[in-house]
């Protein structure tokens, strides 16, 4: 098993709706989660971060970490063509590990 | 600088050819990555630096990749004897240190051995 494992897509959604972007992880114990987005042609870029259980709220953004059944997930509200990107789930043991990042899930917001 | 800096931006070589590319971080972060992404893959890690500490090399692929750091600040990563399978986007990123580990992406250099 993978240590992050996202499915690839594309994930398809009509613009307005909501996205829901999820990710499994292997290894228990104490993890934080970022998600980053990546057009195209370009680098990744943070989006979420999230420590803790439970949900995180940003704007049209919500991060849901989820330590007992080991998925995060990574809720867009009124998706816009502008959130057809790659996302990637990354995963944080702390201290000073690195980080291991999924394969990314590739959203198509829909006009 | 506001971001993280790579350069070149794009770069040919010829297979055989040594290349060297190059990252500045954020001023102040301690921690500096290097990735490869090869076309339609994911992030592949490479090496990572953390202050003084002894740099953690275990995502280099072979013995003719390297990588430097002086001090906090700039990085350089060094590909010896290019191979057609070295042709990827190479990516840096910092991050504040370990409190924090969210890491910040320069804008890459795409690397082309023909």
């Known amino acids: 098993q993978k240590e992050v494992e996202q499915n690839s897509g594309p994930l398809s959604v009509p613009e307005g709706a909501i996205a829901s972007l999820n990710c499994t992880y292997s290894?228990?114990?104490?993890?934080?989660f970022f998600w980053y987005r990546q057009y195209s042609g370009k680098s990744p870029e943070l989006i979420m971060s999230?420590?803790?259980?439970g949900d995180k709220e940003d704007g049209r953004f919500t991060a849901q970490l989820n330590k007992a059944s080991q998925y995060v997930s990574l809720l867009i509200r009124d998706s816009q063509p502008s959130d057809s990107a790659t996302y990637l789930c990354v995963k944080w043991p702390g201290g000073g590990n690195k980080l291991t990042f999924g394969t990314g899930t590739q959203l198509k917001v829909e006009l | 600088g506001a971001g993280v800096s790579q350069s070149p931006s794009n770069k040919v070589t010829e297979k055989g050819k040594d290349v060297e590319l190059r990252c500045d971080p954020i001023?102040?972060?301690?921690?500096l990555y290097w990735y490869r992404q090869r076309l339609g893959q994911g992030l592949e890690f490479l090496i990572y630096?953390?202050?003084?500490?002894?740099?953690?090399k275990s995502g280099l692929p072979s013995d003719r990749f390297s990588a430097e750091r002086t001090g906090e600040s700039v990085s350089t990563l060094t590909i010896q004897r290019t191979q057609q399978e070295d042709s990827a986007v190479y990516l840096c990123?910092?991050?504040?240190?370990?409190?924090?580990?969210?890491?910040?992406f320069g804008p890459g250099t795409r690397l082309t051995v023909t």
């Open positions: 999230i420590y803790s259980n």
């Open positions: 001023s102040g972060h301690t921690a």
């Open positions: 990123a910092s991050s504040p240190g370990t409190r924090s580990s969210e890491q910040y």
């Open positions: 290894d228990r114990g104490s993890q934080s």
């Open positions: 630096f953390q202050g003084n500490s002894a740099p953690d």
